[in-house]
């Protein structure tokens, strides 16, 4: 099985900075693609960043570019989402997620944080 552990959320002002990381661990054979969703409340969730390991490419949600920037540590299995210029509409619960093979010939399968709150107040 593979574990995610999230740490990094709060309480913060807007115009305020934060940093969230994710930490995978377990039987993991490789990892494909990690990054982060957000959902606020009566919203849906939605891809805020991911990165790909192998076409080294990064995505963000639009709203986000330019102020959120993704990054991870290959040796640690950890993914980082550094949130600047924080603005109320980006309170939400923060989930990161892996796509990870557990074995060379198993499929990809997506595992999932607990999620971390990150409230922004005006």
């Known amino acids: 099985q593979v574990q995610l552990v999230e740490s990094g959320g709060g309480l913060v002002q807007a115009g305020g900075s934060l940093r969230l990381s994710c930490a995978a661990s377990?039987?993991?054979?490789?990892?494909?693609?990690m990054g982060w969703y957000r959902q606020a409340p009566g919203k849906q969730r939605e891809l805020v960043a991911n990165?790909?390991?192998?076409?080294?490419?990064?995505n963000y949600a639009d709203s986000v570019k330019g102020r959120f920037t993704i990054s991870r540590d290959n040796a640690k299995n950890t993914v980082y989402l550094q949130l600047n210029s924080l603005k109320p509409e980006d309170t939400a619960a923060y989930y990161c997620?892996?796509?990870?093979?557990?074995?060379?010939?198993?499929?990809?399968?997506?595992?999932w944080g607990q999620g971390t709150q990150v409230t922004v107040s005006s």
């Open positions: 997620y892996v796509d990870a093979l557990l074995t060379p010939v198993s499929g990809t399968n997506r595992y």
């Open positions: 990165i790909i390991k192998n076409a080294g490419r990064t």
């Open positions: 377990g039987r993991i054979f490789s990892i494909n693609a």
